[in-house]
């Protein structure tokens, strides 16, 4: 499968962090509230929300919102059947969700976006990767906040259905709960914590609405 040059492949992380990462993720199931991670470890913050994602019972939802203490199922709109219903939703990867805790929803009307792991063949391992873009008039003014990663609990999520293309399987990390879900802990996040703000795309929304209405098939929906 010949992946578009325009999706971002994750950045290769070093296993010699993970036993950092494991004794704080163990100090977070001490606690018995909601509590905001106290992050002091050099590696930066999208490995670790990575290091979660891949490892632990863990899903990620991104929010400018710091104070939220129970997720509740919320009408979402999507192009995708899976994204367009009632639900909440959460992300297995790190970035993904860091991204939408850090766009300023005041000055960005339109997203598209998304995260896959890509298996090649069957002995080749995943790989991660991305696709970011916002509205091209709000691009330029840098619309970004800080905002909240909340680390949710995996049990009542399912997992959008994997997809075979071209010989390789291409699995969504988008997963939805219909039910009521509260956060076991959450991580404050920056624009700087972002590794791909400078690789976000533009888009006109009004042409991609048109363009995912005669083809919702074929995302990004650039041409």
């Known amino acids: 499968m010949q992946i578009p040059d325009y999706y971002l492949k994750r950045p290769v992380v070093s296993r010699e962090k993970n036993e950092d990462f494991d004794q704080l993720y163990s100090s977070i199931l001490e606690r018995d509230s909601t509590a905001e991670i106290d992050y002091t470890l050099k590696a930066p913050k999208w490995q670790f929300l990575c290091y979660l994602s891949d490892t632990k019972n863990i899903l990620l939802h991104g929010s400018v919102n710091p104070a939220i203490e129970e997720f509740e199922p919320r009408q979402s709109i999507d192009a995708d059947e899976f994204g ?40 080749r391992t995943p790989e991660s990767y991305y696709y970011f873009s916002i509205d091209e008039e709000a691009l330029p003014q840098h619309p970004w906040c800080s ?52 690789k976000v795309n533009g888009h006109d929304p009004v042409v991609v609405s048109e363009r995912a209405s005669l083809n919702p098939n074929n995302f990004p929906w650039r041409d």
């Open 84 to 123: 367009n219903r009632r639900a909440i939703y959460a992300a297995s990867d790190g970035i993904w969700a860091m991204f939408f805790a850090l766009v300023d929803r005041t000055r960005v009307t339109s997203l598209v976006n998304t995260c896959c792991r890509i298996r090649q063949t069957e002995d």
């Open 147 to 198: 905002g909240m990663v909340y680390l949710l609990p995996k049990n009542t999520f399912e997992q959008q259905e994997a997809i075979q293309l071209a010989g390789a399987q291409i699995e969504i990390s988008q997963w939805a709960s219909t039910v009521s879900v509260k956060p076991i802990a959450k991580i404050a996040v920056s624009p700087g914590d972002f590794p791909f703000l400078n």
